[in-house]
């Protein structure tokens, strides 16, 4: 049964780049071989069962920001294969795995072994001892832009470790089906030592119980005392977000730093710990410059690499001598008395000199800046800018060590009175202005951070008149101070750099006043020329919101960059289409309802810029994202900007356009029903005007006049029983149901439609088919004939000229069966659909004509008298006055 190792998962969002450098090795430093505790154990690559060319397994070996570690072949056989042989037998109590971000092995297993195995060496051959395995996460979560650095705890003596990687997670990034491992760290301790520590440990049981002890109780707890204690740089994150050369001075350093305190220089630990913590963050952003320079190199962008290189010289020389470095790892600095008091000397005037003053203040936790902050270095005008004379005395912090006639008290900075905090800063903007152009560059720099340091902090000042303050001193030194002496474009990044954090903490203070002075300070300096250019405000103004985040700090970084955005807009200001979207983006899903209602105006002016570019960002737009509130805002902001009617608009005109047609039905129906109120009037007076007129019924008929009710044997007030008001006919079986029928299959005025199945008149088949038809979007009318022809066939149909021009519709009606012309009215319809002579395509006429019998000599009948034959008494049934709508009230749906 398969065993899982313990261990702890650690994701990192740095991702590594594909080309080796030189770095640190899998050697252990020098102390560490010495160390009586768990430390880094080197070691060297015996084998691998293969890699793609240029991520040799060789390339683990190495620890630093550029390596690019191990890579299997491409299309491999699984479980792959790598053995390392270790530069000493060993205890092993930790291995580290950095991950690739992609290249992703589902399973790693451990062996270990105490020689080579047999095919190695055959004749002094061992077998590897399985000791677990760990699981890899597949990375979706992250979208395989971060990499796993898995921790597994173990206890195992050896000096061969075999890695064994199974199938990689599948990903769209990963083609060829590779693993990949980007760096290995394992902490142990010498087999010997570990043997002796368990003896100890033996020992230390007994004379516990024997109530003997012999150790002294003020070590208890420290580090050196713990013998499963592990030394930060030890740990694989160190070395691989480090710069290689600052890695190595820190491990000097911290090996100073244990002496110091073995012989209880404790100042100068002191000063060593802070050296250490301030160049941990100069080797990450060394780390970080080196790799944007190999991206450089990659791209071909020389340029920019020659650029990178300069700004990392730059830096790093500047750094060493801020830090003194050099004097800190030299041997005669060894020797300075440091116990001296470094806190600045108050004059006997100043209201804070009876009281003791404290050294200047420590690096400042970033608790409330690290949305905006970077691990840059800090300035901390301690003992590093302090140079200390052989009188014991010391120069102002504030001030060039060459000026031998300082003129401000730094103690008033750190007063309580806030009247002298706000002097010092008056004083300091003085003094800054009048320093003269020739001044030594070095110089010039050196104020210029220390200065910057006093205002960061007096940004943070609770007290208006201070922050204002140290707003115009900064305001000076940006766009005065540098000019007139100038400094490179590096010294105005550093005082952006150091102050645009704590400005944008300030923005979210409980006072309006200090946020609204805060925001608008910002979005000046913005504009600055001197701070434009450089595109450091609006980076720190898209990072992602926190969750935890206060309401007023959350609203002014909105604020501020939507009016930033409108002010710089996103070619070449620090703001990209993707930087903006991403941010605008995730702030529509923040608690605070005016952080979202921004949000939404970014988008919205973007889109106005930029189109269809925005729309990547923004998930379909469709009914289920429409259920969001803020989307259904966006889209319909969209519609309007070009010009399309939004989703309401389109709402209230289908709503009108409905009620509209119900308005047009009502009239239509009071139009039916006034008709055939004027037809029983109508027949009322033919039934008075034939009861005047007695003559004999044949007679009637051969004259032409209509055959009155009584002739008929029909009461008046059934006259219009059992008749069809379309085509006249008059049948006993005409009831509801068979006029039913008869509509359906043989009213000659009447045809179904092909298409709905729906019966109309023929006279408004053309109507039907264009406008109430179910299929009247595959229709289109041809301006020479009128008549409705599929859209298909249109163009073929106009271009060929072959249909019969129709004439006016006041001069002809146009029959939509046989396509010809004929004379107007509806009395015409009659004559043409029903006659002899008339339409020759009314397939229900051809079909009645075909199938009636001859009628006997002498004979006839109502229904004869009425037929659908087109006769002369057929046509004189009455007929609504100027007939009925050509409308959907007059078609019939099939029953």
């Known amino acids: 049964m398969e065993s899982s190792l313990p261990g702890e998962r650690c994701t990192l969002a740095f991702v590594g780049m594909s080309m080796a450098a030189p770095g640190t090795t899998g050697i252990p430093h020098a102390s560490a071989q010495t160390c009586r505790m768990p430390h880094k154990i080197g070691f060297v690559v015996v084998s691998s069962s293969g890699h793609e060319d240029g991520f040799s397994a060789r390339e683990l070996m190495i620890h630093a920001p550029t390596v690019s570690g191990w890579r299997s072949p491409r299309f491999c056989q699984f479980p792959q294969e790598i053995v390392l042989q270790m530069v000493e037998r060993c205890r092993i109590r930790k291995l580290q795995l950095l991950a690739h971000q992609y290249m992703i092995s589902s399973k790693i297993e451990f062996y270990i072994s105490e020689s080579l195995p047999e095919y190695f060496a055959p004749y002094q051959a061992e077998r590897f001892r399985r000791l677990g395995y760990v699981s890899l996460c597949d990375n979706e979560k992250t979208g395989c832009k971060a990499r796993e650095l898995k921790s597994v705890y173990v206890d195992a003596v050896g000096q061969f470790l075999k890695l064994i990687f199974h199938q990689n997670h599948v990903n769209k990034y990963n083609i060829y089906n590779q693993v990949a491992l980007v760096a290995i760290n394992i902490i142990g301790d010498p087999a010997d030592f570990s043997d002796e520590s368990n003896t100890a440990s033996r020992e230390k049981l007994i004379d516990h119980y024997l109530g003997h002890n012999s150790e002294d109780p003020a070590l208890e707890g420290t580090y050196a005392r713990k013998s499963d204690y592990i030394s930060p740089l030890d740990d694989l994150a160190f070395d691989m977000y480090q710069d290689p050369e600052v890695a190595q001075i820190i491990r000097k350093l911290d090996e100073r730093k244990r002496e110091a305190v073995q012989k209880e220089r404790y100042d100068y630990a002191k000063k060593l710990k802070q050296a250490i913590a301030d160049l941990q963050k100069v080797g990450e952003r060394l780390g970080r410059y080196e790799v944007e320079k190999r991206c450089a190199v990659e791209k071909e962008d020389y340029d920019l690499a020659k650029e990178k290189k300069q700004q990392m010289e730059q830096y790093r020389a500047e750094v060493y001598e801020q830090l003194e470095l050099h004097s800190l790892l030299d041997a005669e600095l060894m020797r300075r008395p440091f116990d001296l008091p470094l806190q600045p000397l108050a004059r006997s005037g100043s209201p804070c000199h009876q009281k003791p003053m404290p050294s200047l203040p420590q690096l400042e936790e970033r608790g409330t800046e690290n949305q ?61 202005m009048e320093m003269p152009v020739g001044t030594p560059k070095e110089d010039l720099k050196n104020t210029l951070r220390a200065s910057v340091f006093l205002v960061r902090r007096a940004i943070k000042d609770i007290v208006t008149s201070v922050f204002q303050a140290s707003l115009k001193l900064l305001k000076m030194i940006i766009t005065q101070y540098i000019p007139k002496h100038k400094l490179s474009k590096l010294e105005t990044a550093h005082c952006v750099e150091r102050t645009i954090p704590v400005l944008l903490t300030r923005t979210g203070d409980s006072s309006a006043r200090l946020r609204v002075t805060a925001a608008n300070f910002i979005q000046e300096m913005a504009l600055f020329k001197e701070v434009k250019s450089l595109q450091i405000i609006p980076s720190y103004l898209v990072q992602p919101l926190k969750a935890n985040s ?11 960059l939507a009016r930033l955005l409108k002010d710089l807009g996103t070619g070449s200001s620090g703001f990209t289409i993707d930087n903006v979207m991403k941010f605008s983006v995730s702030a529509l899903e923040h608690r605070v309802y005016e952080v979202r209602e921004t949000a939404v105006r970014i988008i919205l002016d973007m889109y106005r810029q930029h189109q269809a570019s925005i729309l990547e960002y923004l998930p379909p737009d469709d009914s289920n994202t429409r259920r969001n509130i803020l989307y259904k805002t966006i889209f319909e902001g969209f519609a309007k900007i070009d010009g399309r009617a939004t989703d309401a608009e389109m709402r209230a005109r289908r709503k009108a356009a409905t009620e509209e047609a119900e308005k047009q039905k009502k009239e239509e129906i009071k139009a039916l029903q006034g008709q055939l109120a004027a037809l029983k009037e109508i027949q009322a007076e033919v039934q008075e005007k034939e009861s005047d007129a007695v003559k004999p019924k044949n007679q009637d008929i051969q004259g032409g006049k209509a055959a009155p009710a009584e002739a008929l044997g029909i009461p008046d007030e059934h006259y219009l029983d059992n008749l069809c008001i379309f085509c006249g006919e008059r049948s006993e079986s005409f009831t509801e149901e068979g006029l039913d029928l008869h509509y359906w299959k043989h009213c000659l005025m009447l045809t179904r439609c092909d298409h709905c199945k729906q019966v109309v008149e023929i006279s408004s088949l053309t109507e039907h088919l264009l406008t109430e038809c179910d299929k009247k979007d595959g229709f289109g009318k041809c301006y020479r004939c009128s008549e409705a022809v599929f859209k298909e066939e249109l163009p073929r149909h106009i271009k060929h000229k072959d249909c019969n021009p129709a004439k006016p519709e006041k001069l002809a009606n146009r029959c939509p069966l046989c396509h010809e012309n004929f004379s107007p009215g509806e009395e015409a319809w009659k004559a043409h659909l029903m006659g002899p002579a008339g339409c020759t395509m009314n397939l229900r006429k051809t079909h009645i004509l075909q199938k009636a019998p001859a009628l006997q000599p002498g004979k006839s009948s109502a229904v004869a008298a009425s037929g659908p034959l087109g006769s002369k008494a057929g046509s004189k049934i009455p007929t609504p006055k100027g007939g009925l709508s050509k409308s959907s009230s007059r078609t019939y749906a099939k029953r």
């Open 372 to 432: 905006f902050a970077e691990p840059f270095l800090q300035e901390k005008p301690s003992s590093y800018s302090l140079t200390i004379s052989p009188q014991h005395s010391a120069v102002d912090p504030l001030l060039p060590a060459t000026d031998p006639h300082p003129k401000i008290n730094v103690a008033e900075a750190y007063c309580k009175t806030w009247s002298y905090r706000e002097d010092a800063l008056l004083a300091l903007s003085k003094k800054l």
């Open 550 to 560: 206060s309401v007023h700090l959350a609203m002014s970084q909105m604020g501020l």
